[in-house]
């Protein structure tokens, strides 16, 4: 699908490759937005609301579903929902959780660990020993997974990973909860439906606003009484929303329909790092899902610098710290697209 974003007459594009939240609705999402029953979700439910939590729990093999603004609110109530202040959770050390949802030690009172590890998977040895007795004066009351991982460069976690974390916990009573912000990318890259995955942990979070293109939103599924804590959390940090249904309409749209394509979004990806590893003093990961890590650290020019010359032929890119770029590719960027910012990226190496 072609970039949709407006432009004036006889100007190019703006080929956007900051993330995959920059997606808009679909027509199909506007079409459901108009008709959609509505209440009050802070009083008597709103009913697409609640349609929305219910297809959701399904899809992901829960019992119950909870709609949130984001799904960094999602993380937050799944911790404040089973985690008690002073107690620990254990993450993988560049999760998204620790790194940039820093509200969640803030705000809970718990203290977020990172284990080490390789492409998003923390190693299960150093899983194991963070868990011994002795090993932490704080209880470790979660272990938190992410999958696609963000600051991996979308990798995907082994299902045997997964399940192998889930065996430690389960065998010391700890719930394991998953930032799926882009869980239905690593179901689509593994080829299994996203419920495969979560069935190897207790909560999970789902972002509907990137790659799933709906304008706002993420769903918090679990077991029925933790997310009936979470309901009436999200209350007190002012998540409590009214006429919801308008959003939870696009949202329906987009867990039941747009998950589908997401493998063409992958398949972008693969040829926007082949097209940049083709070009001199270029390296790109070659990724699982649909993001893209550049390597900058042969050409003599920081990102700040790249970001700016990129945006100057209609690219627009994220900077990753001072030598890499991220590109994510969406259901906005065509064939072409690709094309051209491999030539926007060709031309600025010349000029170099």
């Known amino acids: 699908m072609r970039n949709d974003q407006t ?28 008709t959609a029953p509505l209440g009050d979700d802070g009083l008597d439910a709103d009913p697409t609301a609640c349609a929305l939590e ?22 937050l109530l799944a911790i404040l929902a089973q985690v008690q202040r002073s107690e620990q959770v254990l993450l993988e ?19 977020l660990y990172g284990i080490g590890g390789t492409d998003g998977a923390m190693d299960l040895d150093r899983l194991e020993d963070a868990l011994r007795p002795g090993a932490s004066p704080l209880r470790t009351a979660m272990i ?45 890259h593994l080829g299994v439906a996203p419920a495969t995955l979560t069935a190897h942990v207790d909560t ?27 309901r009436r959390l999200r209350k007190m940090i002012g998540g409590t929303q009214r006429q919801v249904g308008i959003v939870a309409a696009a949202g329906l749209e987009a867990i ?3 998950g589908a394509r997401l493998a063409e979004d992958h398949d972008r990806a693969r040829q926007l790092s082949d097209g940049l590893n083709a070009l001199p003093r270029l390296s790109a990961n070659a990724p699982q899902t649909n ?50 910012a491999v030539a926007a990226f060709r031309a600025c190496l010349d000029a170099a």
């Not at 080929?15 to 939240?21: G, K, Q, Y």
């Not at 938190?144 to 065998?171: C, Q």
């Open 7 to 34: 432009q004036a007459a006889g100007t190019p594009a703006v080929v956007d490759l900051r993330s995959d939240t920059v997606t808009r609705p679909t027509e199909a999402m506007y079409a459901r937005m108009r």
């Open 54 to 75: 219910e297809t959701a729990a399904a899809m992901l093999g829960k019992a119950a579903g909870l709609f949130v603004p984001s799904c960094t609110m999602g993380n």
């Open 93 to 111: 050390a560049q999760a998204h959780m620790l790194h940039t949802e820093r509200g969640a030690a803030t705000l809970t009172g718990a203290f």
């Open 144 to 188: 938190a997974l992410e999958t696609s991982h963000n600051a991996a460069g979308g990798t995907v976690l082994p299902e045997a990973h997964m399940a192998a974390v889930a065996d430690i916990a389960r065998a010391r009573g700890i719930p394991v909860h998953l930032d799926g912000a882009r869980l239905f990318n690593a179901a689509t």
């Open 204 to 230: 999970v979070s789902l972002c509907l606003s990137k790659g799933l293109s709906a304008p706002v939103g993420a769903v918090l599924a679990g077991d029925g009484p933790v997310i009936a804590a979470a």
């Open 256 to 258: 039941t329909v747009m």
């Open 291 to 340: 993001i893209v890590q550049v390597d900058l650290g042969r050409t003599g020019r920081d990102s700040a610098r790249w970001v700016a010359d990129l945006d100057a032929a209609g690219i627009r890119t994220r900077p990753l710290g001072e030598r890499r770029l991220r590109l994510v590719t969406h259901r906005h960027i065509a064939a072409d697209d690709v094309v051209r």
